[in-house]
């Protein structure tokens, strides 16, 4: 049995992480993108592949970017072990803050690989069944490292609205011996359980209506469980109360006390 690490940078990340961002002062464009020494994918895969390639801008690092776009697309349809190499590329068009380009890499697809078996470690909140129930992926199917990831941000969600806002996935597998099977092993550092705390308005002068109205309606949240979805909706219920222009990603702090194991929030000006 052959243990590997998944690709953490990439599974730990947000989705946004991963997902196309503002155009760059300098950016690359692909014109075409060609996949060598590939026998065994289906050509509908490779269009895919290319066609999520060539509709993207990069930046200046842009060889590693789209070398590791290439080695995940392979990874999200099995190929658990494909191999990418350099990128081979040739220069289309060139003009002040942007670039056209041919890009080629050679790939080594290798086997597919399927999922035999979950195991999950360290789970004490939740069952390893309702921990099992997050993960969008089935046992005998092709392993989707995308499906993994995606069962990692359920997890996180999971178990930060029961308090756990510390709470870390460690994934990894382990390649069987017999047949190309893997296992995923998932490790979870739950942490301590959160509580919501005080609710402060530094926003809102202390004797308005509208301070006494958010202070008296938080009273029934102050000592459950920490939840950032019951906090988004305590701010929805009440948004007509808060400081005109009131942006919850702005105008709103979360600040955990370690000791007394409690969320203080803040409405800011």
């Known amino acids: 049995m052959t243990r590997f690490a998944l690709a953490l940078a990439f599974l ?3 989705k946004a992480a991963i997902a196309q961002g503002a155009m760059p002062a300098n950016s690359v464009t692909v014109r075409n993108l060609t996949l060598v020494n590939l026998t065994q994918l289906p050509v509908e895969d490779y269009q895919q592949i290319a066609q999520d390639i060539e509709s993207r801008r990069y930046q200046s690092d842009w060889p590693s970017e ?5 080695h995940y697309a392979f990874q999200q349809r099995g190929y658990f072990r494909a191999e990418v190499g350099e990128a081979e590329s040739t220069v289309i068009t060139e ?3 942007e670039m056209v380009i041919d890009v080629a890499f050679r790939v080594n697809a290798g086997s597919l690989y399927h999922l035999d078996s979950i195991v999950v ?3 004490k909140a939740f069952s390893v069944e309702q921990v099992r129930a997050q993960l969008p992926i089935s ?8 499906k993994v990831r995606e069962g990692l941000a359920n997890l996180r969600r999971l178990y ?5 806002i510390n709470f870390t996935p460690v994934p990894d597998t382990e390649v069987l011996d017999q047949g190309n099977r893997l296992r995923l092993v998932l490790t979870l550092d739950e942490g301590v359980r959160f509580y919501f705390g005080d609710l402060k308005l530094t926003g809102l002068p202390r004797q308005s209506e509208a301070a006494q109205t ?15 979805t019951e ?28 000791k007394s194991h409690t969320v203080a929030i803040e409405i800011l000006p």
């Open 12 to 14: 730990l990340a947000s």
């Open 66 to 70: 789209i070398r590791n776009r290439v």
């Open 95 to 97: 003009i002040p803050g």
């Open 121 to 123: 470690r360290g789970c």
């Open 139 to 146: 046992l005998g199917e092709l392993f989707d490292v995308e």
């Open 160 to 164: 930060a609205d029961a308090g756990f």
């Open 214 to 228: 958010l202070g008296a309606d938080w009273a029934s949240y102050k000592g459950k469980p920490y939840s950032g």
């Open 231 to 258: 906090l988004e909706t305590f701010v929805k219920q009440h948004q007509e109360l808060l400081p005109p222009g009131f942006r919850i990603e702005h105008s709103l702090a979360v600040r955990q006390d370690a």
